[in-house]
Nanobody, 113 residues
Framework: QVQLVESGGGLVMPGGSLRLSCAAS????????MGWYRQAPGKQREFVAS???????NYADAVKGRFTISRDNAKNTVYLEMNSLKPEETAVYYC???????WGKGTLVTVSS
């Protein structure tokens, strides 16, 4: 069964940090780009970051310098380290695999005081 399972979301104060994790089935992880998207209430889903199989990364301009995407190829897991979070970054964060356009169910990140 192909799956992506996100974890690590929660409530954080403005300026705080969170680390998201996404555990993937091996068939859609090994050899494929992995990434994170987010969807805020009332807005379209948007790209956040991606990482290629051997570590080349790409980021949305809005998160450059604050977010770090990484992957552990031995654990079939991709991570998103988020720092200096802003209230407008409250959203459901989704893990994505380009190995067939698979999506996780998402994890909610709420940035609020």
């Amino acid at each position: 069964q192909v799956q992506l399972v996100e974890s690590g979301g929660g409530l954080v104060m403005p300026g705080g940090s969170l680390r998201l994790s996404c555990a993937a089935s091996i068939s859609i992880f090994r050899g494929f780009n992995m990434g994170w998207y987010r969807q805020a209430p009332g807005k379209q889903r948007e790209f956040v970051a991606s990482v290629a199989p051997f570590g080349i990364t790409n980021y949305a301009d809005a998160v450059k310098g604050r977010f770090t995407i990484s992957r552990d190829n031995a654990k079939n897991t991709v991570y998103l380290e988020m720092n200096s979070l802003k209230p407008e970054e409250t959203a459901v964060y989704y893990c994505h695999s380009w190995g067939g356009d698979y999506w996780g169910k998402g994890t909610l990140v709420t940035v609020s005081s």
